[in-house]
């Protein structure tokens, strides 16, 4: 299929006037009649959860619409398939969005399109963010590339400073508040990666002094580089050991803020959970730390916490660790096959169940056609397959048309992207194994081509009748 150039337009709409925080935003797709695209953003800068703000559905006439009232600036991103689309938004703002094909490349599947977002806009003020953080980006990139690649073991702080003088004058007459905030923060973000300014210092000008800037992402990336590892890289008094040893122990939420107050840096006490919640956020992928005490800690830290976007957090926290991990249940599978009757994941229940994803048109997906096949004649009731195909319609030639004769069944996705993440599918084919408790027992799992006729007998306890 031919990739696409998404082009994100952004403009000043003829007649317009500011009408409170309302953004509009309008765009076309040709060729994409019938299709889906969701409007997404972050529920917070520490988990990262994409949540879904709106969707349309591009109409006969290519068209469709985002209405919806932010109380400030705010970076969102428009999913279509499987791409993403960043941009940010400020209230009372109107955007259109176009999406142009380019058919002179080659078919690449329909899973597997891709999308080049380009900004230029218009809104009420006189600086439009978007074109403000690209021109950023741009100076950034040319720095990095004059002064830091291939010098890993010079100071840069020199350097770094005339850079940073040289911005302050491009961007001298900006008053936009979030974009300074952003310049600030990036700033500070360079220091830290470049290492030219001390751990203290930059936490005595840039987070002491502050409120916590939750919806600003280049805050969050900042707080990020400087605490994000500070528990679990030795740089909190807090030894490791006794850190571990009260986690694994108690799991408990007073317990382990009372351990962090011993940090005088975390003094401030909202500041010393959100540095426990991004500590928590690296416990969660350490073997030797507890993941039901962990879990357990944030479920508590979602109850008793006095800050709202820590409660959040924790939540967000809890429900992606608990997204597709071994241990936990898959999420609700129902769908039709292609004769029309429905089936759900749970009929299955009691069995292992071997769940695979397929593009129709994928020929990777095709090439395994065979291998599945033999893999069917193993099935028994404490083995059994369930294939579900994605695409913007069903297979319409090939052995995927007319599933009777495979051995296995075969559900129907369609461009139900939600479901896909759901499963944490940004490809296919994917493919995985359930257990009979109805928990997932491996993600991702082999392939037919790739080991699970070996894998599955002795996971299944059919390995004496080979």
């Known amino acids: 299929m031919r990739k696409l150039i998404f082009i994100l337009l952004l403009f000043l709409f003829s007649g317009y006037c500011a009408a409170g925080s309302e953004v509009v935003i309008r765009g076309v797709f040709p060729g994409g009649e019938g299709r889906e695209v969701r409007l997404m953003t972050y529920e917070d800068l520490v988990s990262n959860r994409a949540s879904e703000l709106d969707a349309s559905r591009i109409g006969e006439d290519a068209f469709f619409e985002f209405r919806f009232e932010p109380d400030a600036p705010r970076l969102l991103f428009l999913r279509v398939m499987r791409s993403n689309h960043y941009f940010f938004v400020e209230p009372g703002g109107r955007y259109a969005a176009n999406f142009v094909d380019l058919p002179s490349l080659p078919a690449i599947g329909p899973a597997a399109r891709q999308f080049e977002l380009k900004l230029s806009s218009q809104v009420t003020g006189p600086y439009e963010l978007n074109e403000l953080i690209f021109r950023l980006e741009q100076m950034v990139a040319g720095y990095l590339e004059s002064n830091v690649a291939g010098r890993v073991r010079t100071s840069h702080q020199r350097s770094l400073e005339a850079f940073r003088l040289e911005a302050e004058e491009a961007f001298r007459e900006v008053e936009h508040p979030f974009f300074r905030d952003h310049l600030d923060y990036y700033f500070a973000s360079l220091q830290r990666s470049l290492n030219t300014a001390r751990f203290h210092t ?28 500070y528990l679990l890289g030795g740089a909190s008094p807090t030894g490791l050991d006794e850190l571990r040893r009260a986690i694994n122990r108690y799991g408990s939420h007073r317990v382990v803020m009372d351990l962090l107050a011993a940090d005088s840096l975390l003094a401030n006490e909202r500041l010393r959970e959100l540095v426990m919640l991004m500590g928590v956020k690296g416990m969660l992928s350490e073997r030797e730390f507890d993941k039901m005490q962990l879990l357990g800690l944030l479920e508590e830290t979602a109850v008793v916490s006095p800050v709202a976007e820590h409660r959040l957090i924790a939540r967000n926290l809890v429900s992606g660790y608990r997204q597709m991990r071994p241990g936990f249940p898959p999420p609700a599978l129902t769908l039709p096959d292609q004769q029309g009757r429905m089936l759900d994941l749970e009929d299955f229940s009691g069995s292992y169940v071997y769940l695979f994803f397929w593009d129709g048109d994928c020929p990777v997906s095709q ?100």
């Open 202 to 229: 930059l936490f005595e000008k840039y987070i002491e002094p502050r409120p916590i800037a939750y919806q600003h992402p280049m805050a969050m990336d900042f707080m990020g580089s400087m605490f994000g590892k």
């Open 367 to 466: 090439a395994d056609i065979a291998p599945m096949q033999a893999l069917a004649a193993m099935a028994t009731d404490s083995l059994q397959l369930l294939g579900v195909l994605t695409g913007d319609r069903p297979p319409s030639s090939g052995p995927l048309s007319d599933p009777s004769g495979l051995g296995f069944p075969l559900l129907y996705a369609g461009d139900d992207h939600r479901l896909l993440d759901s499963f944490r599918l940004r490809s296919t084919p994917q493919y995985i194994l359930i257990g009979p408790d109805g928990n997932v027992l491996f993600y991702p799992f082999a392939s037919p081509s790739g080991g699970a006729a070996l894998q599955l007998p002795g996971l299944t306890g059919r390995g004496d009748d080979r």
